[in-house]
């Protein structure tokens, strides 16, 4: 995949469907083709990223920057990449990304396995349904069992606080169902799911295809309904 693109969008369809059918030829996937697509391009940032720490010296003229290339790499590619990184446009981009990764307070421990993977593997050993709110404690333990910052744990606190508030609404109001539970107290506590995303579900899948309608993230129950008006 050319790293000569500013961005994967701007990558032409012909290389992203190229280096599907590749893939394609190689493994049966149970995964549609955009999932696939939206994989390659995480791969292919962040081998950009690698690229740019390991061969972009920011204390080198841009001459020497050019002249790093990496064995193997094609000149042309790298320079147009170089190029853009020295440019007032990449750095300005760069501190958009530095900006966005310091505002994130927390990351899970799932490593190389996926949130699915993690969910299959726990109902397995338990032989429950592991909810959301589960799978957020499980992915944001550290090998103690302590979570792995500050925050988390803060937020772990204020979802049982909202689920116990829930429980204790549902023992005697009939309209609460406590099966949906766990999506309305996230939303509460962390807000609306971001656009393409469900948090604690992985890359690939999307709101609408988790909650079936984006209203359910949101709509109140009968007697919080009311009250809320």
């Known amino acids: 995949?050319?790293?000569?693109?500013?961005s994967w969008h701007h990558?032409?369809?012909?290389?992203?469907?190229?280096a599907l059918d590749n893939i394609k030829e190689r493994f049966a996937l149970e995964v549609s083709d955009d999932y696939i697509k939206k994989a390659l391009g995480k791969k292919w940032r962040d081998h950009k990223g690698t690229l740019k720490k390991e061969y972009f010296k920011k204390d080198i003229s841009l001459e020497k920057k050019l002249r790093n290339v990496q064995p193997r790499m094609l000149r042309y590619q790298w320079?147009?990449?170089?190029?853009?990184?020295?440019?007032?446009?990449?750095?300005?981009?760069?501190?958009?990304?530095?900006?966005s990764r310091q505002k994130q307070k927390f990351t899970h421990t799932v490593g190389l396995r996926s949130f699915v993977a993690v969910d299959e593997a726990e109902e397995v050993s338990s032989g429950q349904k592991v909810g959301r709110l589960q799978l957020f404690e499980i992915t944001h333990k550290k090998k103690d069992?302590?979570?792995?910052?500050?925050?988390?744990?803060?937020?772990?606190?204020?979802?049982k606080e909202k689920k116990a508030e829930?429980?204790?609404?549902?023992?005697?109001?009939?309209?609460?169902?406590?099966?949906n539970i766990d999506n309305r107290?996230?939303?509460?506590?962390?807000?609306?799911?971001?656009?393409?995303?469900?948090?604690?579900?992985g890359s690939g899948v999307t709101p609408t295809q988790y909650f079936g309608s984006s209203s359910q993230q949101y709509m109140p129950f009968g007697n919080q309904a009311q009250a809320e008006v």
């Open 1 to 6: 995949m050319p790293i000569n693109y500013e």
């Open 11 to 18: 990558m032409p369809n012909s290389n992203k469907n190229q």
């Open 79 to 99: 320079k147009d990449a170089v190029k853009f990184w020295n440019s007032k446009k990449g750095e300005d981009r760069e501190q958009v990304g530095t900006s």
């Open 145 to 159: 069992g302590s979570l792995i910052t500050f925050e988390a744990g803060n937020i772990m606190e204020k979802l």
């Open 166 to 179: 829930y429980e204790a609404i549902a023992s005697t109001d009939s309209s609460v169902n406590l099966e």
């Open 185 to 201: 107290i996230i939303t509460e506590v962390l807000g609306p799911e971001r656009y393409s995303q469900v948090r604690f579900q």
